[in-house]
């Protein structure tokens, strides 16, 4: 029984593809958008813009990021507290990011399908 509940949760679907597409992107122009307050003036002649910044910077990607990875923040610190290189720590972050985004994925997709499951969402046939 509860093996079933797990491989149901985690059962892949078009559905879960398109939410975690969406997710996806969220994260990566985010995490570009970034630069626009890590780096000060003196800095950025030294760390040129990373790419695609430019086409990003006007967009509300890093407070959707942000927001919707408010359940990682006590995991990020406790990562950067295990790694001492910067860089090294950016990447397990984004894998955690890619884990977290899957796992939600698929909670809305196991909500959606017992929604539909149980006749909430389906059209009621009038027949004449």
Not at 42 to 52: K, T, V
Request: a positive charge; charged letters at 15%.
């Amino acid at each position: 029984m509860v093996n079933r509940a797990i491989v149901d949760f985690f059962k892949p679907s078009k559905a879960t593809g398109i939410i975690l597409g969406i997710f996806i992107p969220v994260a990566i122009f985010g995490s570009i958008s970034t630069y626009g307050f890590t780096y000060d003036y003196e800095d950025r002649a030294e760390h040129p813009p990373p790419f695609l910044y430019d086409q990003v910077k006007d967009y509300p990607f890093w407070t959707i990021w942000a927001f919707s990875i408010a359940p990682l923040i006590p995991f990020t610190s406790l990562v950067q507290s295990m790694m001492s290189n910067v860089e090294g720590s950016y990447f397990v972050f984004m894998a955690l990011n890619l884990v977290y985004y899957n796992l939600i994925s698929c909670a809305i997709t196991l909500v959606y399908r017992r929604i539909n499951r149980s006749g909430i969402m389906k059209a009621k046939h009038i027949s004449p």
